[in-house]
């Protein structure tokens, strides 16, 4: 079992910035991000494998930038230039391969706020 721990939330106003942490308790292949808004469905955000392939959706694509640090097990999403429609509740999800995080499946941190509002 992996165990992620996400930090990093909060209320800004549009156009803020936020940077997101997941610290796992191990290694593993990729680590990436969801995002659930009320009576919105769940959606990935952006995920990198160990090796650095990173993926993002189109809505965050040049605003936000997913990173990660191997050794210290840790991912990260710089949020910018943030807008009301990034209000959610941002998971942290890890996997052992592509499909399990495409899926929605794998393992799963308990979640950080994010409030984008003026």
């Known amino acids: 079992q992996v165990q992620l721990v996400e930090s990093g939330g909060g209320l800004v106003q549009p156009g803020g910035s936020l940077r997101l942490s997941c610290v796992a308790s191990?290694?593993?292949?990729?680590m990436g991000w969801y995002r659930q808004a009320p009576g919105k469905q769940r959606e990935m955000v952006a995920s990198i494998t160990s090796g650095g392939s990173i993926s993002y959706r189109d809505s965050v694509k040049g605003r936000f930038t997913i990173s990660r640090d191997n050794a210290k097990n840790t991912v990260y999403l710089q949020m910018n230039s943030l807008k009301p429609e990034d209000t959610a509740v941002y998971l942290c999800?890890?996997?052992?391969?592509?499909?399990?995080?495409?899926?929605?499946?794998?393992?799963w941190g308990q979640g950080t706020q994010v409030i984008v509002s003026s």
């Open positions: 999800n890890a996997a052992e391969t592509l499909l399990s995080v495409a899926h929605g499946s794998g393992y």
């Open positions: 191990r290694s593993i292949f990729i």
